[in-house]
């Protein structure tokens, strides 16, 4: 043990932070502004996006908070804000009614009177006009800026953002509508911030399917105990396991150098249970990936997720190239029919069984022409469990190139997601099959 701790100790002991690098860390902290977010009739969206954006400038961020339309409120969040935080960044609240009061909350903390910007009036003027719209008295309140504030340009809406800057501390004002604050975000914002940050954050995720989060953890334990910079978090996922390195260093090169030696020794670690390294690749692209390399097709066969799988599948941009069809046969009749699943298996065994898996497998190939395929049965719930075939009971087949296995498995929640993990297994189970009867194939070749 105390050997494999200094092994982990030499991958993070060179990449740790200075007490003086910690000090120089900028906060940021979060303020989303609007009673529709509170109510819940709008998902804030926007605090995943800042949060993203701020972790990859190198900006601590401690604090996040959603506070409603009512100036007080708002008035003293922002107050709170400016006392812990470097920066302040406010989404909403900018739009033309009396209800939107971010800007002149911020401007009156800030001690900057407001000023009418005759660009900004401009750039709304012919915003309206552009669409043939009459633009109303109200929409002037809009081309009204903190004295001093530097003005960001809105090219998809009407409401400019702001930057106040005053005494060391730095508000950031953003329209609310994520087609307005993402596009200015990256044009204006995130500039800005990155002249002030003196390193940036790094990640990559190592992502693992068909291992428990439990069992994923006590394999890295070791290296979690020696981290220090880059760190290793897990995050679960239904039916995987992500492992997200990270780390702080002055530029790109430097911090993918810290990430890349830990990210080599988890692939060498859980070895085919990592399917990609790539952050914005899924399970069933990387699936698809595999069989399009190897030139093969792919069917499904649903009962208990009813298209689920299929759906999940086709939701990849370039399914059409390797998912052929498939078969939703939620009844017996339709399994015999669609699947040719023989009665008395039916009859002998259940719908719900490790042999109607693997008939309903071996029928989708045969039917669709492919050589892989995958099959789903089972009890969703919330009726239908009995102490024998319990709710959560499901059966998933997979057949590649005439060659069928099936297997058994439980899952624990509600309907949805006893059918989300069933599905997000049987993904793992094609992979599973698919890469072993590769390597069967390359034996049989070399041998």
């Known amino acids: 043990m105390t050997r494999m701790r200094e092994r982990w100790k030499g991958i993070f002991g060179a990449g740790g932070r200075s007490a003086q690098e910690k000090e120089n860390t900028l906060t940021a902290e979060l303020i989303a502004v609007g009673t529709e977010l509170l109510l819940g009739n709008i998902v804030n969206t926007n605090a995943a996006y800042l949060a993203r954006q701020c972790a990859s400038l190198g900006l601590a961020c401690y604090y996040q908070s959603v506070v409603g339309d009512n100036a007080a409120r708002l008035r003293n969040a922002i107050a709170a804000a400016l006392k812990r935080s470097d920066i302040v960044i406010l989404s909403g609240g900018l739009g033309p009614t009396s209800d939107d009061l971010t800007k002149e909350t911020a401007a009156a903390l800030m001690k900057m009177p407001l000023v009418m910007d005759s660009r900004s009036l401009e750039r709304i003027r012919r915003f309206f006009e552009n669409r043939g719209l009459e633009m109303t008295e109200n929409n002037r309140k809009q081309a009204l800026v903190p004295q001093g504030a530097l003005v960001l340009d809105n090219d998809n809406g009407t409401a400019p953002g702001l930057i106040l800057e005053r005494e060391g501390k730095r508000v950031i004002l953003l329209p609310g509508p994520p087609g307005e604050l993402c596009p200015m975000f990256e044009k204006s914002v995130r500039p800005y911030l990155s002249q002030l940050c003196p390193g940036i954050i790094y990640s990559r995720t190592v992502k693992i399917c068909g291992m428990g989060e439990s069992k994923v953890a006590s394999m890295i334990q070791e290296l979690i105990d020696a981290q220090s910079n880059p760190t290793v978090a897990p995050y679960a996922k239904t039916g995987e396991v992500h492992l997200r390195v990270t780390a702080r260093a002055r530029d790109e090169e430097e911090a993918a150098g810290l990430v890349g030696p830990v990210v080599k020794e988890l692939e060498e670690r859980f ?72 009665k008395e298996t039916l009859q002998r065994f259940g719908a719900v069984s490790q042999e109607t898996a693997l008939e309903m497998a071996l029928g989708a190939a045969q039917r669709a022409k492919t050589e892989v395929s995958v099959s789903v049965t089972g009890i969703a719930g919330p009726g239908g469990g009995t102490d024998e075939k319990p709710v959560g009971l499901v059966y998933i087949g997979c057949c590649v190139k005439g060659h069928a296995a099936a297997r058994e498995y439980r899952f624990d929640g509600n309907r949805a997601i006893v059918r989300e993990s069933a599905v997000s297994a049987a993904l793992t189970l094609v992979r599973q099959c698919v890469l072993e009867r590769l390597a069967l194939e390359r034996d049989e070749v070399s041998g």
């Not at 070895?271 to 990936?289: I, Q």
């Not at 097709?297 to 009962?303: N, P, R, V």
């Not at 299929?310 to 699947?339: C, H, M, P, Q, W």
Request: glycine letters at 12%; charged letters at 25%; a positive charge.
């Open 271 to 342: 070895r085919d249970r990592v399917y990609t390294t790539d952050s914005d690749v899924t399970l069933e692209e990387a699936v698809l990936h595999i069989l399009r390399e190897n030139g093969w097709k792919l069917s499904t066969a649903e009962s208990c997720t009813g298209g689920l799988l299929g759906g999940r599948l086709t939701a990849a941009a370039g399914a059409s190239e390797v998912y052929r069809g498939g078969f939703i046969t939620y009844s017996n009749k339709a399994k015999r029919k669609f699947l040719g699943v023989d």
